[in-house]
């Protein structure tokens, strides 16, 4: 399977759906300043799984929200 990460989440295949259902990921949040892509920057069972993931690519958390993947159907 292919990294998630800098992918949408629309752009996931019905079996990385389903691998990934019930983990977080992180998109950065829009603001008429940036328009950001609705890309994956992080993925993790927690909260702190994705905030220590963000940290350790040099991204500041405060300008992400987290969203939990639901399985397909």
């Known amino acids: 399977m292919l990294s998630p ?4 989440p629309d752009q996931l295949s ?9 983990q977080l990921i992180a998109l950065e949040i829009y603001t008429p300043k940036t328009l950001p892509l609705r890309r994956i920057e992080a ?7 994705c905030l220590v993931t963000l940290k350790s690519r040099g ?9 939990r993947l639901r399985p397909p159907y």
């Open 59 to 67: 991204l500041d958390p405060s300008r992400f929200e987290f969203v």
């Open 14 to 22: 019905l079996r990385e759906r389903l691998s990934l259902a019930g």
């Open 43 to 49: 993925i993790g069972d927690t909260l702190a799984d």
């Open 5 to 8: 990460i800098g992918r949408s």
